[in-house]
């Protein structure tokens, strides 16, 4: 076959997650797989899709955002919104598909929003305006209070008293309290198919005209801007991209567990950052790494359950580690005197 | 370079998938017949992060209770073993600290302590139809299913038995109230006292809220409360932050009664909190760790003894919540080794059949829905201590 590099390497990508896949599936038809690690799959599949769409952001945009876990917040909470108001009309399967294209077109719509007035910024200013508007989505879905009854909608932002619901009423967005019995539809196979997807989308972007342009403009915004390049219209459609492919994660995210807060454990900040970490750790710009650093990273401190509480402890040291290890030059330079002899003969 | 990375990368990815299959091949022990000799009990609760003392809390007097258990002989006979998982409060790990007990072998499981994480679990214990017992997760949604029952009042029984209280006491005329608006529990009980608060003796004047992301200044809330001129301010939260609206009420002057449910229990033992700030506050609790009781003073100094805390009532719940598993398991002359589902069917019908007395109640029943009958207790806090509001 007449592969290229690059197409070689995305095949390799694929490949890892369909490997990975397979031998899981084996695993858990033989019953070698314990609990435990059953329930970790999902997880991992949407926080693996949520590193694949900060990378774009952060790696091929090359604009740092610590908010991504906005855009999540809004997938999960609007395609459990659709999913917990259409439960009862519509089969599963269609509703999880239809789910899944709500989430993910309103995450895009805001992805828009917030992307007119924070792709104006750079560096530092533009991450903290994505901070910030991280925050104000999470603690503006924690003011909402939305119930259906017969009437239709209703919504408040005061209190649940507020919507005036008929008895036979339901309150779906109950303020903080979030969203309850999102029905559970998501599974290892869909996670892997959405992750297989999304990986599809951002490689198939990096190595189209558009993604060249995109890198361009990370790489020298002035040179791109002369070369008749439009920034702004490249910046938003990775920035766009990148949000609706958070959003699928929250969709997964959602239809997962059955109780959607939008809390500060799931999608403040420090939540965004560990994304950041899984991206960062993975390699700046490399997706195969951000997919595979998301799963080590969050298999780690549950791998480590053993140690009880030490396990936080340790799981940070290994942070500091790895990071050392991976990129501090020293160590590289190191690792090529000490191990350079053992690499592999290839190409 | 290349070379290098991608041998570095083989290596690791190689590592990882050793690591993967390792942490896979601690096979399923689950199976139905599990230890065959011993009862096997799972707790979860926060163990690590800001709301590690609940999960602590929750963990430790579980462990208590089930040590006591196994020093007098053990349920029908049979020792009880003892397992806890850290959930980080976030309900993810809930989940997976659920499956990692199931791993273990669990037959019956006591907790989780939240009330989300609680939610989130019981959707998987539903699955496997395990037996549930929530000590503390108040939410209305926890008991959604058959096999779940709790200790706890629910949100809205807080809500509605303050709101009784207040008016039948004839405590206040016009009450404001403060309450965490980011808090499934506290907002929980806010909702249901508003509700019940219409056309009782008292105007509900004020209803200020904060979030966790700002519970430091409190003196916006407590100035309209004082500006709509109550004379009662509810406060649904926990302990911690009412702490810090004592402190400012009493530094802004203002002075009116401070009603509490039993998130506030806990406030005496509150770090560089002048405790004489909390004279006359009253609260809705099921426990009081000063009561004279032989039940409650054998717990307490038990309690102390190996933890070195005051428990407080969601030990309790804990504590009562192993015991009336107990209680439960006897009634039906259960043996270890029936499988998982037999138990929680058995279990359930058990658990309507029942009346526990523990240290959060006399006299404790519970119907079909889960949820448990029991007086709520109104105490109020007199030099430094809990005194009977009665």
Known sequence: MNLTKKSKDNLITYGIVVAAYVIFQILSVTGNLSSHMKGLLVPMTYYAVIAVALNLCVGILGELSIGHCGFMCIGAFTSAFFSKVTENTLPSA?????????????????????????????????????????EIIKNVINAFYIGIDGKG???????????????????????????????????????IIVLLLSLFVVLNLVNSRDGRAIMAVRDNYIAAEATGINVTRYKMMAFIISAAIAGAAGVLF?????????????????????????VVLGGIGN????????????????????????????????????MIVNWSPKVIEFRKRTFGKFSLKRQ | MKKLNKAVSLVCS?????????????AESTGSAAGGGTFKFGAIGPLSGGAAAYGNAVCNAAE???????????????????SKEDDELNAEKSVNAYNTLKDWGMQVLVGSTTSACSIAVSENTKADNMFQLTPSGSAVDCVKYDNVFRVCFSDPNQGIASAQYISDNNLATKVGIIYDSSDVYSSGIYQKFVEESAGKNYEVVSAEAFTQDNN???????????????????????????????????????????FGVDGLDGILTVENFDTSLAEGVMLLTPFAADAKDDLTVNFVTKYQEKYGETPNQFAADAYDAVYIIKQAIEAKNLTPDMSV??????????????????????????????????????????????????
């Open chain 1, 94 to 134: 269609l509703r999880f598909v239809l789910a899944f294209v709500i989430g993910i077109a309103i995450s895009a719509l805001f992805g828009f929003l917030i992307g007119i007035p924070v792709l104006r910024l750079k560096g530092d200013y533009l991450a903290i305006v994505t901070l910030a508007f991280g």
């Open chain 1, 153 to 191: 909608v209703h919504f408040s932002l005061k209190n649940s008293m507020e919507l005036g619901l008929e008895p036979d009423g339901q309150l779906i967005v109950n303020g903080a309290m979030g969203i309850t019995g999102t029905p559970h539809n998501s599974s290892f196979t869909v996670g």
């Open chain 1, 254 to 278: 959602s239809h997962n567990i059955t109780t959607l807060t939008a809390s500060s454990q799931y999608f403040g900040y420090n939540a965004s950052i560990m994304i950041l970490v899984y």
């Open chain 1, 287 to 322: 997706i195969r790494g951000s997919v595979i650093a998301a799963c080590i990273l969050y298999l780690l401190p549950e791998l480590l359950r053993g140690f009880s509480t030490y396990r936080m402890l340790i799981y940070s040291i290994v942070l500091i580690v790895m």
């Open chain 2, 14 to 26: 190689a590592a990882m998938a050793m690591a993967m299959l390792a942490g896979c091949g601690n």
């Open chain 2, 64 to 82: 208590l209770a089930v040590a006591e258990i196994n020093e007098k002989g053990g349920i029908n006979g049979y020792q009880v073993e003892y």
């Open chain 2, 216 to 258: 430091t200044d409190f003196s916006v809330q407590l100035q309209k409360a004082k500006d709509a001129g109550a004379d009662l301010v509810f406060l649904p939260i926990y302990y911690k932050d009412a702490s810090l609206i004592l402190t400012q009420a009493n530094t802004m002057g203002y002075s009116p009664i401070f």
């Open chain 2, 341 to 390: 589902s037999d138990l929680c069917e058995a279990l359930k019908s058990a658990m309507t059949e029942i009346e526990a007395k523990g240290l959060t109640s006399e006299k404790m029943t519970w119907d079909a829905s889960g949820e448990p009958n029991k007086q709520p207790k109104a105490v109020v806090i007199k030099n430094g201590a809990y005194v009977s509001a009665q």
